[in-house]
């Protein structure tokens, strides 16, 4: 199990990843609305929604600290 600091530093790192996938998607310029590129789409957006899901978490569990 990570100590807090290294939690915090893991966030810290994939928030970094998430921000430099948002600057490649460049805002969906590259997505194609032709049908090879809709599964791809499709599997990018139950991915976002997992990484709600997660978030949701995280920010749900570091909102109960020091209530305990």
Known sequence: MQ???EFIDTL???HARVGRLVDVIDNGRWWTTD???R???AD???QAKLLVSVIDEIDRVVGQI???
Request: charged residues 40%; glycine residues 16%; hydrophobic residues 15%.
């Open 3 to 5: 100590s807090g600091k």
């Open 12 to 14: 810290k790192r994939e």
């Open 35 to 37: 049908t090879p590129g």
């Open 39 to 41: 599964p791809a789409v």
């Open 44 to 46: 990018l957006d139950k």
């Open 66 to 68: 020091g209530s305990r």
